[in-house]
């Protein structure tokens, strides 16, 4: 007998867990809400999983059930790495800090959407984005007050 490696693998020797006990329960309410279970059979076979030591007891129940489907779990995505490489990359060249905020947002949207993850590294590079943004305006201002003031300076004039 094959027991899912999730619940011990091939060793039904195993020692059953609580977790194991209640997936074995699970399998057996779809198998009960499927119609392939009578009621009778889905309660004595609960009270079995319920009392079953082993990985060994708990597949013996579910042997003739089909395993439930399980998805794969969503992507992370992409826009959103986009938006934190651009962010991090930023702090060293400065322009990809726009791009960064742009795809921030556009990865956030896509993830309220969709599902998928990333929104930390999407949030991440909107930040970055955002303050390295504001810190070459800064810069900028500076810069052009400062050459006001050295041409104002340099004809003499106040």
């Not at 329960?25 to 079953?52: M, N, P, S």
Request: hydrophobic content about 45%; some cysteine.
């Amino acid at each position: 007998m094959s027991v899912p490696s999730a619940w011990g693998g091939n060793r039904p020797d195993v020692l059953a867990s609580d977790e194991a006990r209640e997936a074995t329960v699970e399998v057996l309410k779809g198998g009960f809400l499927d119609g392939r279970l009578t009621q009778e059979e889905y309660e004595h076979r609960i009270g079995i999983a319920y009392q079953a030591r082993t990985h060994g007891e708990l597949g013996a129940l579910t042997r003739d059930l089909p395993r439930p489907f399980m998805p794969p779990p969503p992507g992370t995505n992409g826009k959103a790495v986009a938006a934190l490489v651009c962010g991090v990359g930023g702090l060293f060249v400065g322009l990809t800090a726009i791009p960064a905020v742009v795809l921030g947002h556009m990865a956030r949207r896509e993830i309220r959407r969709t599902g998928e993850q990333g929104d930390a590294m999407a949030l991440t590079g909107l930040v970055l984005g955002y303050v390295i943004s504001v810190a070459m305006l800064v810069a900028l201002v500076g810069v052009v007050l400062l050459v006001v003031a050295f041409a104002q300076d340099a004809n003499g004039t106040y």
